[in-house]
Structures are given as C-alpha cells and as structure tokens.
C-alpha cells in the first residue's frame, strides 16, 4: 500500500524516502508535529533548509522548522501557510506555521528558548495569533520589539521550486516571505507607552532547549 498522499497528488512527496514518508504519517497532528520539532536539534547555521534536508540533518532553525511542519501539514490536507514576525532592528524575526482547526487559529513554532513556541488553535484570527507571541518578544534590556506580521504565506506558490525536497538553499524564499506586505501592530504612542519586561521575565527568557557547540 503506498504511503504517498493522493489529495496533492503523489508527485509532490515522490522524492521524500518510505522512512519519511511513514513519519509524515504517524504525525497526523499538529501537536504531533510540534513534539517531534522539539527532539530535532537547533540550527546555529546561516541555511535555509528544505524540509527533507532538515530530516537528514537533525536540526532547525525557525524558518527551516515551520518549512517542515508546513510540508507535515500539507501531507494531511491542509495548507502549507507561513507567517512571518517581524521585529525591531535590533531582533531577529521569526517564522510560524499557521494552521486552522474548528474555524480557529494555531501555530506551529521552531525555537531553541522556553518562549515563542506552539499556539494551540483557539484564536479567532491570524492577529489575534500573532499577538500572543508579543509580550513574550524582548530583548535583554526588558525591551519589546515585535512590531509586525505578514498575512498567511502560500508555500504551494514555490512548487516549482520544489520546496519540499530541493537540496539547495532556499534562501530566496525566506526573502521572498521578509519582503511581503507586513501588518503594523504598534502605533507611535503605543510603542511609547509600552513596559519593558521586568527582571523576572528576562531571567526566564534566558533558558534554551539546545547549547550552541562552538568550533574550536
């Protein structure tokens, strides 16, 4: 019996191997999907892995983990969607899986700290989503820097990129998401009036799942 989905058709997952395939699955949830992110290792390195590069490798960052949870989902009919976060210049954006379950938002999320992470699907909307994760985005200083999103991102729209499966960097994509249109959250005033986080906050913030091993 072939593991190969028939709603997308079987050329679209053809190149990922029967093992991967069986992984797909078993990962029939998004929960699932979101446990197994959590046993891959944190990616330190500057690449934009596909999804089946990322399986190889045993490691992600944010952008090459939604890309997978994206390719998990797309294999049990959803779509691959994409939502980018985007900061102040001093942080780093971040990259979310979105999906809907009951008419209701959740995300996917790759990080390596005890922030940032899964969003169970009970937001009525994408904003609603992505303000969840604000008051969790600061800096060491106390200072909070999420400042705007992107709309659901399509991935289907680089199929002929093979985004699924390409060995190549797939930086060009994760342009191409930094480019979209963003949503403000914030105005003026807002961004004023705003208390930085306090010193609690910061000390928790600070425990990572994965120590960066550095080359000698």
Same mark, same amino acid.
């Given at each position: 019996?072939?593991?190969?989905?028939?709603?997308?058709?079987?050329?679209?997952?053809? #190149?990922?191997? &029967?093992?991967?395939?069986?992984?797909? /699955?078993?990962?029939?949830?998004? %929960? *699932?999907?979101?446990? @197994?992110?959590?046993?891959?290792? #944190?990616?330190? &390195?500057?690449?934009?892995?596909?999804? /089946?590069?990322?399986?190889?490798? %045993? *490691?992600?960052?944010? @952008?090459?983990?939604?890309?997978? #949870?994206?390719?998990?989902?797309?294999?049990?009919?959803? /779509?691959?969607?994409?939502?980018?976060? *985007?900061?102040?210049?001093?942080?780093?954006?971040?990259?979310?899986?979105?999906?809907?379950?009951?008419?209701?938002?959740?995300?996917?999320?790759?990080?390596?700290?005890?922030?940032?992470?899964?969003?169970?699907?009970?937001?009525?909307?994408?904003?609603?989503?992505?303000?969840?994760?604000?008051?969790?985005?600061?800096?060491?200083?106390?200072?909070?820097?999420?400042?705007?999103?992107?709309?659901?991102?399509?991935?289907?729209?680089?199929?002929?990129?093979?985004?699924?499966?390409?060995?190549?960097?797939?930086?060009?994509?994760?342009?191409?998401?930094?480019?979209?249109?963003?949503?403000?959250?914030?105005?003026?005033?807002?961004?004023?009036?705003?208390?930085?986080?306090?010193?609690?906050?910061?000390?928790?913030?600070?425990?990572?799942?994965?120590?960066?091993?550095?080359?000698?």
């Amino acid at each position: 019996m072939s593991l190969l989905p028939t709603k997308f058709g079987k050329k679209k997952f053809s #190149a990922f191997t &029967e093992a991967q395939l069986r992984l797909f /699955k078993k990962l029939n949830t998004p %929960r *699932k999907i979101q446990d @197994f992110l959590e046993t891959i290792k #944190a990616n330190f &390195e500057n690449t934009n892995f596909s999804p /089946k590069l990322v399986l190889e490798n %045993r *490691k992600a960052h944010c @952008f090459e983990g939604a890309l997978l #949870a994206a390719a998990i989902l797309r294999f049990h009919g959803q /779509k691959p969607l994409l939502v980018d976060l *985007k900061t102040t210049a001093k942080d780093d954006y971040h990259v979310i899986a979105v999906f809907k379950e009951n008419g209701h938002w959740g995300a996917v999320s790759k990080t390596n700290h005890g922030v940032l992470r899964y969003r169970d699907p009970v937001y009525r909307n994408v904003r609603e989503l992505v303000m969840s994760f604000f008051n969790e985005y600061f800096l060491d200083n106390g200072k909070k820097t999420l400042r705007s999103y992107s709309r659901p991102i399509n991935l289907s729209k680089f199929d002929k990129f093979e985004w699924m499966t390409s060995e190549k960097n797939l930086e060009f994509i994760a342009e191409s998401i930094d480019n979209v249109s963003h949503l403000p959250i914030l105005n003026k005033k807002m961004i004023y009036g705003l208390r930085k986080a306090d010193p609690l906050e910061i000390k928790i913030s600070k425990f990572i799942q994965w120590e960066e091993k550095r080359k000698i």
